[in-house]
């Protein structure tokens, strides 16, 4: 089964964007203000978050590097606000070159064995910090689509692209295991495109229509909380099959706290 080619410019605005003004739904006030408010509470909590996150990046990156050729971060074109193209970042988890369908499911036969880990822990999305930080995306949103998939619900996503995407989302954490699942489907693609995709379309239009501050601090909470015990679960399944990759995981972690408290003696 063909996947659709990806679209030009043009294309994902003309059949994701333009249509008859009387379709496009007009966003309350109150909620073009919860955006601007989210935007500054975004950046804030990224540059608060950053003595954190940049040892836990750096960590990453080393181990990427000592696992397999090829470059740290992997950027995936996606379509965000308007219609408007941008590249996705996220840590590569895959074989360099390598090749296949857009979906990735469990067990991935292209990951590599850091690349594994990564998808269970889900450290391999905290570039998309940068995104946030150059506008891109938000901390919560409808996840950025491929432009195939826009292409096939544009509908859905004239709606859907009035908002930031973001890094999670309710629809997100409703199908936290989405690569679990797809892993059980005799044809994981086209169960995506014809019932997965259409419930996350549904809650991701909800979103659009009601989301507020108060309601992405929750979706916040529970992307730290209701996923965990899943998350957990891989997590002790991925170290358990691929322990020597976790030591390296935790070898570097040591070299680069050792190196950060030998700096700030």
């Not at 679209?7 to 109150?30: C, F, G, H, Y």
């Not at 998808?119 to 938000?138: F, H, S």
């Not at 995506?192 to 659009?208: F, G, H, N, S, W």
């Not at 909470?221 to 358990?240: C, D, E, F, K, W």
Request: a positive charge.
């Amino acid at each position: 089964m063909s996947f659709p080619r990806a679209m030009s410019t043009p294309e994902i605005i003309t059949s994701a964007i333009a249509r008859p003004r009387a379709r496009v739904r007009t966003l309350r006030p109150t909620v073009v203000g919860d955006s601007r408010r989210g935007r500054v509470l975004d950046v804030a909590l990224v540059l608060l978050a950053l003595p954190l996150i940049l040892p836990l990046c750096l960590l990453t990156g080393l181990a990427i590097f000592l696992d397999s050729p090829g470059g740290v971060l992997y950027r995936s074109r996606r379509v965000g606000k308007d219609g408007v193209p941008f590249d996705m970042l996220k840590f590569r988890k895959m074989r360099h070159a390598a090749t296949g369908p857009p979906l990735t499911m469990r067990d991935d036969e292209r990951f590599t064995p850091v690349g594994t880990f990564l998808a269970t822990t889900k450290l391999d999305e905290l570039p998309q910090l940068w995104n946030v930080l150059r506008g891109q995306m938000r901390l919560v949103g409808p996840r950025p689509e491929l432009p195939g998939f826009v292409a096939q619900h544009a509908d859905a996503y004239e709606e859907i692209l009035t908002v930031t995407p973001g890094i999670t989302g309710p629809a997100a954490v409703r199908y936290a295991s989405e690569a679990h699942l797809l892993s059980q489907q005799r044809d994981p693609l086209t169960f995506y495109r014809e019932q997965l995709m259409p419930e996350k379309l549904a809650i991701d239009t909800t979103y659009v229509r009601s989301h507020s501050i108060a309601g992405d601090l929750r979706i916040i909470a529970r992307t730290l909380l209701v996923p965990g015990s899943r998350l957990g679960h891989n997590m002790t399944r991925g170290i358990r099959r691929h322990r020597a990759h976790a030591a390296v995981l935790s070898t570097s972690f040591l070299l680069i706290a050792a190196l950060l408290v030998t700096t700030t003696v």
